[in-house]
């Protein structure tokens, strides 16, 4: 078989131009495109993964911040927890010194309610007394009550000596005006002359006296001059007596507070009772009353 190399020759050059031609308008193009899209793919994977790191760190501040909340709260929650304790406490102790306010100013009324009554049944004892004892008198004697209160305050002056005498008769050289003389009722001339003269026996002097009638005497007769004073008046038994029934009171106010405790047996309880309400003794001059 013979060969045409023309022909071959021919091929080969076609084939040459072909894969040439291919190459130039295809093939290349191809890889062209081929690289691109690789590029292309690379870019957007690099993309993809800038956005997930991305993501991932605006997840992590997120987490953070969220973590940051939470530490808020809990620190706002703590604060407000103690600020409501504390407004509670304040409250709580401004309506406990209101109340101790309350109960302060109620047992001041108590109190003085307790001292008005006191001394309105004082004033009654004192004027019930006085009244009896003037009726008992006037029923027993000839003389009236005030004689007898006047003979009581002269026996006091003409009896004072001492330290006493030396003071009141200084009062009477330093006072400026003449001295008072001070009575629950208004002393006729007669019992007047008298005080008078016991006045003047006394300091061995003319002694100037203003007499007064002053109803809360309560019975009493009343030498005053200089801040020096002798007094003579019912009122001193009545103290004593007042003294009396206020100690007998305290010991029975004992007992009751105790009665839960260890009660006091009935026999103890009268002996004090009697102890306490014996009054005081009054001066010799002052029995007769």
Do not use: C
Request: no cysteine; net charge positive; charged share 35%.
């Amino acid at each position: 078989m013979l060969i045409d190399w023309f022909t071959v020759g021919a091929q080969a050059l076609n084939f040459i131009i072909l894969v040439w031609l291919l190459k130039r308008f295809l093939y290349k193009p191809i890889l062209n495109a081929v690289d691109a899209r690789e590029k292309r793919i690379a870019a957007e994977l690099a993309d993809a993964d800038a956005k997930k790191a991305e993501a991932q760190k605006e997840s992590d501040d997120y987490q953070h911040k969220n973590e940051e909340f939470d530490r808020q709260r809990a620190a706002l929650l703590r604060k407000a927890t103690d600020e409501a304790k504390a407004e509670r406490q304040r409250l709580l102790d401004d309506a406990r010194k209101a109340a101790d306010a309350l109960s302060a100013k109620r047992q001041e009324a108590l109190q003085s309610e307790v001292q008005n009554l006191n001394q309105a049944i004082r004033r009654r004892t004192q004027h019930e007394v006085f009244a009896i004892a003037r009726k008992a008198l006037t029923d027993l004697a000839t003389a009236s009550l005030e004689e007898r209160m006047t003979e009581a305050f002269i026996r006091r002056v003409r009896k004072i000596d001492g330290k006493v005498k030396e003071g009141i008769a200084a009062g009477l050289k330093a006072a400026s005006g003449p001295a008072v003389v001070r009575s629950a009722f208004d002393l006729p001339e007669v019992q007047r002359a008298a005080i008078q003269a016991a006045l003047n026996e006394t300091f061995s002097a003319e002694v100037p006296v203003r007499f007064e009638t002053a109803p809360d005497l309560i019975s009493g007769i009343e030498f005053t001059t200089n801040g020096q004073k002798i007094a003579w008046s019912i009122a001193d038994y009545l103290a004593s007596l007042e003294k009396g029934v206020g100690e007998l009171l305290k010991e029975r106010d004992k007992p009751e507070a105790k009665a839960e405790s260890k009660p006091e047996p009935k026999v103890t309880t009268k002996t004090k009772a009697k102890t306490a309400f014996k009054p005081e003794q009054p001066e010799p001059e002052t029995k007769r009353l």
